[in-house]
């Protein structure tokens, strides 16, 4: 098959959805092209990207003619993108990626189900041919999620929509550099541990709840260092240095990392830890896992599909067991316990050279199934 041209429509082009489109414009066989705005005021970029990016969409094909298949991301309400391109784009094949969903992502006390995002993701599902889901994970909590919202309307529901968007729904899991953190390796003899926090301070992700554990190991007087690293901005500062300043010389790297200083600090730690409340994916954990690094994460979400089964018990903790896990793998650690041996080379099936030829396979299935309804 001739190279195919793939727009990818990305209102939020920033953090992970910027890695996961770059990584596969780099790594396809196929022409990426991505259409993007920059990775902020989140919910503005739903609510108001599908006509800013039609209106960039129409001059794209105006001047490289039409894609053989657009990709949308969940921040993409694409019915509507959709709509205000047809006399541009046309009937072309479309797929929408789902990182995360605005029905089951974690809200924060008090904060209210915004219904508009929530109905904007429904409409994607419903104007899409085909809906990749970055996890298994993902796909069920969303598809056991849709029908409570679907049946709480006045009339006219669109329960009878659900078994149409099951069918459309396949797993395919996002891209990390795992060959090269894997070739880079762990640097050796770290001693005390370096422990690993690497996810943003967004309530999600609970971030405190991994300092707390190890205020708790620090004061027990287990031997370990610190890195607390990721987007610092927001609004968690407030709880988080109080408990930051507790660890004192034990914290040897904070902030936000250029992507060099960051790969460098991943060789380095012997471990790494989620507390997270939401995670449809983990590249986070998946990138530590690559360069070596001991996770410790929630016997939940996606978390086990990411580590392969016969490492869970080594890696996964139940509700309340963080400190305890935490506790375990350093002691291991110490003792040169090698629970983990072969954990870092199963990331490889999350290499860009893995996972760009399955997307690659499944914009082609779709283009050429929809060649074929036309003929």
Known sequence: MNP????????????????????????????????????RAWRWRMRGGAVSLAEAADRWV???????????TDMLDLAAFLGLTRRSIGAVPTIIYMHENQLTYPRQPGEALDQGLVWANWRSLLAADEIWCNSAFHRDDLLASLPGLLEAVPDHDHTH????????????????????????????????PLVLSNQ??????????????????ADEGLEFEVAVVG????GEAETLAPLLHRLGSRLRVRGN???????????????????????????????????GAWPV??????????????????????????????RETIQALARGDDA???????????????VAANHDEGVESLVAGSEASTN
């Open 4 to 39: 195919l041209t793939v727009l990818l429509v990305e209102p939020f082009n920033g953090g992970s959805h910027r890695s996961w489109a770059e990584g596969w414009q780099r790594a396809s066989r196929h022409r990426v092209e991505i259409l993007g705005h920059p990775g």
């Open 62 to 72: 105006e001047a490289n003619g039409r894609p053989d298949v657009v990709v949308g």
């Open 161 to 192: 929509l659900l078994e149409s968007v099951g069918r459309r729904m396949s797993v395919r899991p996002v891209g990390i550099d795992a060959a090269g953190l894997i070739a880079a390796g762990r640097t050796m003899g770290e001693d005390p």
């Open 200 to 217: 943003r301070w967004h309530h999600d992700k609970d971030v405190g709840a991994v300092l707390r554990a190890l205020v708790r190991l």
């Open 231 to 234: 987007d610092h901005t927001a």
């Open 257 to 291: 990392l250029a992507r060099s200083e960051y790969e460098a600090l991943l060789s380095r730690a012997a471990v790494v830890v989620s507390a997270a409340r939401n995670e449809f994916f983990g590249i986070a954990v998946a990138e530590a896992v690559a360069a």
């Open 297 to 326: 994460v929630p016997a939940g979400l996606a978390y086990p599909e990411v580590i392969p089964a016969s490492f869970h018990e080594a890696t996964l903790y139940e509700p309340g067991g963080l400190t305890g896990r935490l």
């Open 340 to 354: 983990v041996a072969g954990l870092a080379n199963s990331m490889m099936r999350f290499d860009w050279s893995e």
